[in-house]
């Protein structure tokens, strides 16, 4: 079964620092896996696929295939990071996209 | 172009009464899925329409129900309302192949 997995509901760290949010699955062909965010007040909309390898607003991520995870990474977290943050899969040959439960990600002054 | 549009916003509903939810998606755009947001939860699919087919569809009971129209509204359905369907739920629209999803604001549904 299709599953993802964000071990953290709250991240907090201090701006400047650097932050990384998990991300596991479990799903047994090739995905494609996304981040979306949702900012305060905002829709919920997507901040980076795999397929793209592209860093968006400094935050990157990489598809670890032996070890089934999507971690995103920035190195310098900046205020208006704070947000909540989905990991999300969508299967091959399917249009369904399952997400993990979210990480809040906090910046501290 | 227009992005989701979702109405109502707001909804207050009493047990045991239904509710029909509505979605626009984006111009162009066939496929469209439904999501409930809770703080507990996150967010949990419910289904997915394109041209007006349910191609797939979550764990979720049969009091949940959706529809597609040919010009790909959609609609979605909760009957005998419970307490824990009090949630946000979310649409989103994408075109097909291209597999982003775009997001609705939402209809933020509150069962008394």
């Known amino acids: 079964a299709q599953r993802v997995t964000q071990p953290e509901k709250l991240l907090s760290v201090f701006k400047g620092a650097p932050v990384e949010l998990k991300c596991n699955y479990s799903?047994?062909?090739?995905?494609?896996l996304f981040w979306y965010v949702q900012y305060s007040r905002q829709r919920l909309q997507l901040l980076l696929r795999?397929?793209s390898r592209e860093s968006i607003k400094g935050f990157t991520a990489d598809l670890n295939k032996g070890e089934t995870s999507f971690h995103l990474k920035k190195p310098f977290a900046q205020e208006e990071d704070s947000a909540m943050y989905y990991c999300?899969?969508?299967?091959?040959?399917?249009?369904?996209?399952?997400f993990g439960k979210g990480t809040r990600l906090h910046i501290l002054p | 172009k227009a992005g989701v549009t979702q109405t109502p916003r707001y909804l207050i509903k009493t047990r045991g009464q239904q509710v029909t939810l509505s979605c626009s998606p984006i111009?162009?755009?066939?496929?469209v899925s439904w999501y409930q947001q809770t703080p507990g939860q996150g967010l949990q699919f419910l289904f997915e329409?394109?041209?007006?087919?349910?191609?797939n569809k979550g764990n979720f009971p049969g009091r949940f129900s959706g529809r597609q129209f040919s010009n790909s509204r959609s609609e979605m359905n909760v009957s005998t309302l419970e307490l824990g369907d009090s949630a946000l739920y979310l649409c989103?629209?994408?075109?097909?192949?291209?597999?982003?999803?775009?997001f609705g604001p939402g209809t933020r549904l509150t069962v008394l």
């Open positions: 989103a629209s994408s075109n097909a192949g291209y597999n982003e999803q775009f």
């Open positions: 799903y047994s062909g090739s995905p494609e």
């Open positions: 795999h397929i």
């Open positions: 999300a899969l969508k299967g091959s040959g399917d249009d369904k996209i399952i």
């Open positions: 111009s162009g755009h066939r496929s």
């Open positions: 329409y394109f041209s007006e087919t349910q191609r």
